[in-house]
């Protein structure tokens, strides 16, 4: 079984940092890919940023420069710096496996419990 556990969400000033991390265990993690995708209240599931096998990243437009995800296979662990942050910040991130994107939006295989980042003045 998966299982997912996220960590170091808060409440933060617009233009803070915060660091986001992710427990994995269950599976062999080295081989996945890992995801962060995040969910603002009465919106769907938003596609934020995803590290490969091989170590290649990607983000969505709307936080590429401010944010970096990065894993320590040694720790199972996946993270996520977020830096400059934006009140559009705001959503529970959840740390996940298997995402896709289609027409209808974000799917993904497997999520954690959700951290909740507030960013506000």
């Known amino acids: 079984e998966v299982l997912l556990v996220e960590s170091g969400g808060g409440w933060v000033q617009p233009g803070g940092s915060l660091r986001l991390s992710c427990a994995a265990s269950?599976?062999?993690?080295?081989?996945?890919?890992m995801s962060w995708v995040r969910q603002a209240p009465g919106k769907g599931l938003e596609w934020v940023s995803s590290i490969r096998r091989g170590g290649d990243t990607y983000y969505a437009d709307s936080v590429a420069g401010r944010f970096t995800i990065s894993r320590d296979n040694t720790k199972n662990s996946l993270y996520l710096q977020m830096n400059s942050l934006k009140t559009e910040d705001s959503a529970v991130y959840y740390c996940?496996?298997?995402?896709?994107?289609?027409?209808?939006?974000?799917?993904?295989?497997?999520r954690g419990q959700g951290t909740q980042v507030t960013v506000s003045s």
């Open positions: 269950g599976f062999t993690y080295k081989p996945y890919g």
């Open positions: 996940a496996t298997g995402c896709i994107r289609d027409d209808s939006g974000t799917h993904c295989d497997s």
